[in-house]
């Protein structure tokens, strides 16, 4: 627990109008996430605070690269992260509750800890389907070798599928007695 402090954005004592506060999300930051889909990454995130009468917003940029493991070979490649995201943060009763883009926090909180925010912008930010892009000829980038031996495996599941397939035995059967 001793990198909480790292990923929180102090609000005690702050004055009204524009602060700026910075967090590089690296692999060490990624292994925070349990079953997290990315293991490594560097990503630069920007967070504005603006404190207006008493209220506050938060704007991230986030913006860089992370690993992500190809759907179709299972190799890891980079793909880039963009992204803007606005939050606004109000008191209440229940602190942490999200509603409808507003955090809520307690009265007294000194900070607010942005870390799973940062890592779920990461998450949104990344492309629906997680594949290695094509080369300039239009060739896919995907590892050969992997796209080999994942094919050669499919055919061996599917071979042991058909053996132990009841509809298959009695096929057999047939094809046995007409022979
Ligand atoms: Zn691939």
Known sequence: MKKRESYAVRISGLGEGVHDFSFELDRQFFALFEQSEIENGRVHAGVVLEKKHGFMS?????????????DRCLESFPTGIDTAQLL???????PGEIEDDVLVIGKDDHEID??????EFVILALPFKKVHPDDDSGNSLCNPDMLTKLNAHKLKEKDQYDQTDPRWDALKGIIEKNK
């Open 114 to 119: 942005v870390r799973q925010f940062l890592y």
């Open 88 to 94: 606004f943060v109000r008191t209440g009763e229940v």
């Open 58 to 70: 938060l704007r991230f940029s986030l913006q860089g690269e992370v690993e992500v493991v190809c």
